[in-house]
């Protein structure tokens, strides 16, 4: 089983392309990997009322059951505290607490509701009404009662609760399970890659994800009529998805086809590519140096500027609003056979450049193939574009550790029951004190994982040498997510795809590549792109096979520095020579346009010069003046070639007039 499950996993795992022998097995898990580890922690400590009781009496200082202070109600478990925390009578009581007001209890407030003299279940004949809003219509049905028979001066609280946002609240992961695996390993998907239709039914997904797989697409596409030149992606027929990012006077747009293209390596190690159909980006000056912000905010808010930077700004603004919409209007009928649409629009100006309104606007708010990307995202660029939509279209892999969390489950209780003795208001309990040690341990993590993420490789390894730190320090806290993702400067650095950092504290800092973060992966599985890939590689080239566990740490075969760089220089060589033949093909085809336009020219003029002749203006009427057969001499010349060309000319004639005036003396003295 584990030798089995190295080997699928050995790859990652593209969502539109999953192979079959996983694809069969798959099925949908009901929770998260967490949420089912944890619906498992309390069948421990079930047992009858009355053991419960003597185990209370016994142990006073015991962990007492999950309550809620407000509504002085127990639980016997937190998924029941969860429910009550969404329900109609703790939001009652929380909006009486803010007003004021008593609490009342269960049986009270179900009173409430059946006193109610106006329908709170909306129309009968809607049988789809969501819960959700029959449960904001009681609430506020109630709230508006309480507001009309109470004070008469509480107009100025607002009862009607806050309008939901948009969205199902549900976790952004639909997670799978399959035997081929081990039991502790789940598959997850982003959500935001199925339509609305499909989620409607996740009984069905499984088969929706079956349907959904693409075949490749092959490396080299055939060319049937190359007069228009080389052809682009777009005449592929396979589903599309489009994304844009915009900030901070950053535009990205991308067209990207979701079939895998299959290309080779120089290895000949077949390589699964992305195919982009289109792709732009746009940059303006029109975020204000470090103040931040945009011109078009400040003007908002202070007033109009009148400084040249200001100007320049607000023009810059402009410019990039009619950039970027004129560019989707040239992408328009791709975009509407894009099957999902994932923007990312800071700021409210932002959004209006998108979505307008204006006349011909091309995306729509209301729009239901509109995503949001469901992870956090740097500057718009074609890098960043490229990199979200890996990660939207890669496969999850979970490892869960039941034992970590029971026993973190079993802490996190025992802290809510400390906290609830000591504490019985509703007060926040103050962070804990740090210790000097813990200080200085916070200040060497803050100031290297700076250095790192900037790629200061000198400054990184004087900081640690100057505080004797080893190059395998633990960043502090360890509980926070982006430690626990990534513990060590190792660590970061593979994740945040830095080559040369990686390199120099392995060969230099001496770094242990198989040190394992949170979740249970080495550094070289945080790598992102094929550089800090080949740095392990590297590495591993000039430190020996001997010096660490490298199959452990997940890394391929050495490779030296030279081949990487005639790798390189030979996919350069490749990318240069299928430039050329692109840009060869695209001059000869101007050519002959070019020639044909000549050809109809001198047909015209011929045609021109019969029709003068009939006339009986001469033969020649249709040749060229000797100022046209000078204009069409210096067509395509710098001033000075024309310069010079000019001056060769007169000089040319003014020797042409001496020979014909010593020819026209010597004839007269004869």
């Not at 129309?123 to 109470?150: H, P, V």
């Not at 400084?307 to 700004?313: E, F, N, Q, V």
């Not at 310069?643 to 007039?657: F, G, N, S, V």
Request: glycine share 6%; charged share 30%.
């Amino acid at each position: 089983m584990s030798e089995k499950s190295d080997e699928l996993l050995k790859r990652p795992l593209y969502v539109f392309d999953l192979p079959p022998e996983l694809l069969v097995t798959l099925q949908l898990t009901t929770a998260s990997p967490q949420e089912s580890t944890e619906a498992k922690l309390p069948a421990e400590s079930k047992g009858t009322e009355a053991d419960r009781q003597d185990k209370a009496d016994d142990a006073p200082a015991s962990k007492p059951a999950t309550s809620c202070l407000l509504c002085s109600a127990s639980f016997l478990v937190v998924h029941e505290q969860r429910r009550h925390v969404k329900s109609d009578w703790h939001n009652y009581n929380l909006k009486q607490k803010l007003k004021g007001g008593d609490s009342v209890t269960e049986a009270e407030f179900e009173k409430l509701v059946e006193d109610l003299d106006e329908s709170i279940s909306g129309s009968e004949s809607s049988e789809s009404e969501n819960n959700d809003d029959q449960r904001e219509s009681t609430l506020t049905a109630l709230l508006k009662k309480q507001a009309r028979i109470g004070h008469a001066d509480a107009e100025a609280d607002d009862p009607t609760p806050k309008k939901k946002k948009r969205g199902s609240g549900k976790p952004p992961l639909i997670w799978f399970s399959t035997p081929l695996l081990q039991s502790n390993i789940s598959l997850g998907i982003y959500r935001a890659l199925l339509t609305d239709s499909e989620l409607e039914e996740e009984s069905k997904i499984t088969e929706i994800l079956r349907q959904k797989q693409l075949p490749p697409i092959p490396s080299k596409i055939k060319v049937i009529d190359s007069s228009n030149g080389v052809p682009l992606p777009s005449t592929m027929t396979s589903p599309q998805i489009f994304l844009c990012m915009i900030g901070g006077g950053h535009f990205a747009g991308m067209i990207v086809s979701l079939a895998p293209k299959i290309g080779k390596k120089a290895t000949g190690v077949e390589e699964r590519q992305a195919t982009v159909i289109v792709h732009k980006t746009f940059h303006r000056y029109t975020t204000r140096r470090k103040q931040g912000g945009s011109q078009s905010a400040n003007d908002s808010a202070k007033g109009a500027a009148h400084s040249a930077g200001a100007s320049i700004r607000r023009y810059n603004e402009a410019a990039l609003e009619t950039e970027i919409r004129a560019l989707l209007q040239e992408w328009k009928g791709l975009i509407h056979e894009s099957q999902l649409v994932f923007v990312r629009a800071t700021g409210s100006a932002n959004r209006r450049i998108l979505f307008g309104p204006y006349d011909g606007q091309v995306l729509r708010q209301n729009d239901p193939r509109n995503r949001s990307f469901p992870f956090s995202t740097r500057r718009a660029t074609q890098a960043e574009l490229m990199r979200a939509f890996v990660e939207l279209t890669r496969m999850k892999v979970s490892h869960v550790n039941e034992a970590a969390l029971a026993a973190a489950a079993v802490a996190e209780s025992e802290r809510e029951a400390l906290s609830t003795k000591s504490h019985p208001t509703l007060s926040k309990p103050a962070p804990p004190k740090l210790s000097k040690e813990e200080e200085e341990w916070s200040l060497h993590t803050s100031q290297l994982q700076a250095l790192i993420r900037r790629s200061k490789v000198p400054a990184i390894l004087a900081y640690l040498s100057t505080h004797t730190l080893p190059a395998d320090f633990k960043f502090f806290p360890s509980s926070t997510q982006a430690n626990h993702h990534a513990p060590t400067p190792l660590h970061l650095a593979a994740s945040s795809n830095s080559p040369t950092v990686v390199l120099a504290l392995l060969t230099k800092a001496a770094a242990d590549p198989t040190t394992v973060n949170g979740e249970g992966h080495p550094p070289f599985d945080l790598a992102g792109d094929r550089s800090t890939r080949d740095a392990f590689r590297v590495a591993r080239s000039e430190l020996g096979d001997e010096r660490w566990n490298w199959h452990a740490a997940h890394c391929p075969p050495p490779l030296s520095k030279a081949d990487t760089d005639r790798r390189q220089e030979r996919e350069r060589a490749e990318a240069d020579k299928e430039e050329a033949e692109r840009r060869k093909a695209e001059t000869d085809r101007l050519k002959r346009e070019t020639a044909a336009a000549a050809a109809a020219a001198d047909e015209a003029a011929k045609t021109k010069g019969k029709r003068g002749g009939s006339s009986g203006k001469g033969l020649g009427a249709g040749e060229k003046t000797g100022a046209e057969r000078r204009e069409e001499e210096a067509r395509g010349l710098t001033p000075e070639m024309r310069t010079r060309l000019e001056r060769e000319r007169r000089a040319r004639a003014a020797e042409e007039r001496m020979r014909r005036m010593a020819g026209n003396m010597g004839g007269g003295g004869g």
